[in-house]
Each structure stands twice: as C-alpha cells, then as structure tokens.
C-alpha cells in the first residue's frame, strides 16, 4: 500500500475514533447485537456470554491500539519539520536583519567620513 495512502487512511481513522461518527456507530452496533440477542425464536449470533461481542470488540481494540501508535509517530514527524522550517525562517530573517545592519553600519562610516573631510575642508577654507 502507498505509504501517503496509508497515512490518508490513519489521519481518517483517527478523526473517526475521535468523532461523533463513531460513538453514534457503536453504539448502533451494540443495541442491534444486544436486541438481536435477546429476541425468541431467531438465530443468536452470540450465546449469552457474549464471547463473540467481546472477541470482536478485542480484535477491534488490537487493531485499534497500534493505528493509534502510528498516528502519534506521523504526528511527531510533522511537528519535527514543522518546527525545522520555523527555524530555518527564522535564521533567514536573522541572516535579513543582519544585512541591514551592516549596510546600516556602513552607511554611518560613509557619513562620518563625509563629515570629517567636510570639517577639514571648513578649516582648509577658514
């Protein structure tokens, strides 16, 4: 499977675990399970024990718990580059505000350069 298919699926996965989608879909699931259970004269797809609503629920849990861990890790790894382009920004603009500084700087020798040789040039003329 295509790894950014794969995350695609996670990234779904987790907003549905976390949604209204999936309490209101569990839910249904397990009053149809108990109501179907509990009618006379029908077929049970589980005896009174509910051993099959507690596998199921257990392979769901299984799967359930190791999606959770890849999403957390695909997590972490966009917050890491998250943070690495902040950074590299931020050096740019540092590297910016540098540059300006310097030409400043510059800026203000030029001057008081003129400045002085202006002020020998007045005392020249005196």
Not at 14 to 33: E, P
Not at 99 to 109: F, G
Request: overall charge negative; cysteine-free; charged content about 30%.
């Amino acid at each position: 499977m295509n790894s950014s298919l794969f995350e695609k699926f996670l990234i779904w996965f987790d907003k549905f675990k976390k949604g209204r989608g999936f309490i209101m879909t569990y839910t249904i699931f397990l009053i149809i399970w108990f109501t179907w259970n509990a009618l006379p004269d029908i077929w049970h797809p589980d005896n009174p024990d509910f051993s099959r609503l507690n596998l199921i629920l257990s392979i769901e849990a299984g799967f359930t718990f190791p999606f959770m861990l890849m999403i957390a890790e695909l997590q972490r790894k966009r917050d890491m580059e998250q943070k690495e382009r902040e950074r590299l920004i931020e050096l740019e603009n540092a590297e910016r505000e540098k540059q300006q500084l310097q030409y400043m700087q510059d800026m203000m020798e030029t001057i008081l350069f003129i400045a002085i040789k202006l002020e020998d040039y007045l005392d020249t003329v005196q």
